[in-house]
């Protein structure tokens, strides 16, 4: 794709310069540089065409979901009941939405997320818009899907606190989500790997 593009890094920092960060316009020369090294033109690199552009970034026909956890719309309804949940934390005050706000850009906001009992995290939360098309997920890349993901958060000490076999038996005692869960996998059994499908589809 690089062939296709004609000059104008230049005016491309003049434009930027007035609304860039210093770090940020900092990491466009370096990106500049870069593609210039690869094209063997130091002082002229190519910008992409409108058509380039659109190809790749063109909106995907569908959400990928694997083999092991296919979309269902029963499934995403108990998804989504799990995600407003405050069942889910051991205070029964946190839900995911708590970090996870969708009228928050499904974020809560904050510089560092918050815990269940109000106490503050090492880290922001992120959004969690796209992440059908992301891996591997958390800061460090530790989770290599959603489904992966998904409990970490219910269950770790510091967010939301809930031991899975005491949020299994909670749930399970709620007729509702058997029901649900019935719909969802055929069987009206709360597990914890049904709560961790579920939330990924969602």
Same mark, same amino acid.
């Given at each position: #794709?690089?062939?296709?593009?004609? $000059?104008?890094?230049?005016? #491309?920092? %003049?434009? @930027? %310069?007035?609304?860039?960060? =210093?770090?940020?316009?900092?990491? &466009?020369? !370096?990106?500049?540089?870069?593609?210039?090294? !690869?094209?063997? !033109?130091?002082?002229?690199?190519?910008?992409?065409?409108?058509?380039?552009?659109?190809?790749?970034?063109? %909106?995907?026909?569908? $959400?990928?979901?694997? @083999?092991?956890?296919?979309?269902?719309?029963?499934?995403? +309804?108990?998804?989504?009941?799990?995600?407003?949940?405050? +069942?889910?934390? +051991?205070?029964?005050?946190?839900?995911? @939405?708590?970090?996870?706000?969708?009228?928050?850009?499904?974020?809560?906001?904050? %510089?560092?997320?918050?815990?269940?009992?109000?106490?503050?995290? =090492? =880290?922001?939360?992120?959004? $969690?818009?796209? &992440?059908?098309?992301?891996?591997? &997920? #958390?800061?460090?890349?530790?989770?290599?899907?959603?489904?992966?993901?998904?409990?970490?958060?219910?269950?770790?000490?510091?967010? #939301?606190?809930?031991?899975?076999?005491?949020?299994? @038996?909670?749930?399970?005692?709620?007729?509702?989500?058997? =029901?649900?869960?019935?719909?969802?996998?055929?069987?009206?059994?709360?597990?914890?790997?049904? $709560?961790?499908?579920?939330?990924?589809?969602?």
């Amino acid at each position: #794709m690089l062939e296709e593009w004609p $000059i104008v890094f230049k005016e #491309m920092f %003049r434009t @930027a %310069r007035s609304g860039l960060p =210093r770090g940020a316009l900092a990491g &466009l020369v !370096a990106i500049g540089l870069g593609l210039a090294a !690869a094209q063997g !033109a130091p002082d002229q690199v190519a910008v992409p065409t409108l058509a380039s552009l659109q190809a790749l970034y063109r %909106r995907p026909a569908a $959400i990928p979901f694997p @083999a092991a956890n296919p979309y269902s719309d029963a499934k995403l +309804r108990l998804g989504q009941a799990l995600f407003f949940d405050p +069942r889910l934390s +051991r205070s029964n005050a946190t839900s995911c @939405a708590s970090c996870h706000n969708p009228a928050l850009g499904w974020e809560d906001g904050l %510089r560092r997320a918050r815990g269940d009992h109000a106490n503050t995290l =090492r =880290r922001a939360s992120p959004t $969690i818009l796209n &992440l059908a098309w992301a891996e591997p &997920l #958390m800061w460090d890349g530790r989770k290599d899907s959603l489904e992966d993901q998904a409990l970490g958060p219910v269950t770790d000490a510091g967010e #939301m606190n809930q031991p899975l076999d005491e949020l299994v @038996a909670e749930l399970g005692a709620v007729p509702g989500y058997r =029901r649900m869960f019935g719909e969802a996998f055929g069987q009206e059994q709360v597990t914890g790997e049904g $709560i961790a499908a579920a939330l990924a589809t969602f």
